[in-house]
């Protein structure tokens, strides 16, 4: 129940083009899901994240949107740039315990190509 | 700030010996926490420290890992002996209470071990 599945486990995607990647869970005491950009060589940094009492959230080229009934959340990447190509993590926390202790997902590696 | 630091970079060692890894975390954050990430199991979380103190190891494979955090700025993972299939990234984070923070991990670069 503690498992965020992740998929696909790797995209290509052509520049210019939308970048979708998709996150399921199970365990519905989960109420803040962050997406983690992790670049080679680098560790994961916080990109976007949303609560599950709104269905959408962007912040610039990227849009996190969430069915809470499904209980499935997915990353998309507008006009996909190169710049782009890294591994992204969904993620999945309770909060309510004073800080954070992430489930992550199995992870993404998006290449971008020009 | 510097960020999380973390080292070595890299460590390239045999089987049997002992690997200490090392972590300097954000300047006033609460929390310490240490993952592992390899290319199966994606990002494991090993163990947890709020003001020093662990709070949850249920993460740590076996009793050959241990860490310790002496000090707010401080932390260090043991693994002892190591063996090939420890091979892997272990990254350290540290993070703010929440609320009134976002509860964000602030991720440091990692440290790439190879266990020959």
């Known amino acids: 129940q503690q498992q965020v599945k992740q998929s696909p486990q790797s995209l290509i995607v052509q520049k210019g083009g939308i970048s979708i990647i998709n996150c399921a869970y199970e365990?519905?005491?989960?109420?803040?899901f962050p997406w983690y950009q992790q670049f080679p060589g680098k560790g994961p940094a916080l990109l976007i994240a949303?609560?599950?009492?709104?269905s959408e959230k962007k912040e610039g080229r990227f849009t996190i949107s969430f069915n809470k009934s499904a209980k499935q959340f997915s990353l998309h990447i507008m006009d996909s740039q190169p710049g782009d190509s890294a591994t992204y993590f969904c993620?999945?926390?309770?909060?309510?315990?004073?800080?954070?202790?992430?489930?992550f997902g199995t992870g993404t590696r998006l290449l971008v190509s020009p | 700030d510097a960020g999380v630091i973390q080292s070595p970079r890299h460590e390239v060692t045999e089987m049997g010996q002992e690997v200490t890894l090392r972590c300097k975390p954000i300047?006033?954050?609460?929390?310490l926490f240490w993952y592992r990430q390899t290319m199966m199991r994606g990002l494991e979380l090993l163990i947890y420290?709020?003001?020093?103190?662990?709070?949850?190891d249920s993460g740590m494979p076996e009793d050959r890992f241990s860490a310790k955090m002496p000090n707010a700025s401080f932390s260090t993972l043991k693994i002892q002996p190591s063996e090939p299939r420890d091979s892997a990234v272990y990254f350290c984070?540290?993070?703010?209470?929440?609320?009134?923070?976002?509860?964000?991990?602030?991720f440091g670069e990692g440290s790439r071990l190879t266990v020959l």
């Open positions: 984070a540290s993070s703010l209470q929440i609320p009134p923070n976002t509860g964000e991990l602030f």
């Open positions: 365990n519905t005491a989960f109420d803040y």
């Open positions: 949303i609560r599950p009492d709104v």
């Open positions: 993620a999945a926390s309770i909060r309510n315990t004073g800080f954070q202790k992430l489930v």
């Open positions: 300047s006033g954050h609460d929390y």
């Open positions: 420290f709020n003001n020093n103190v662990p709070i949850d």
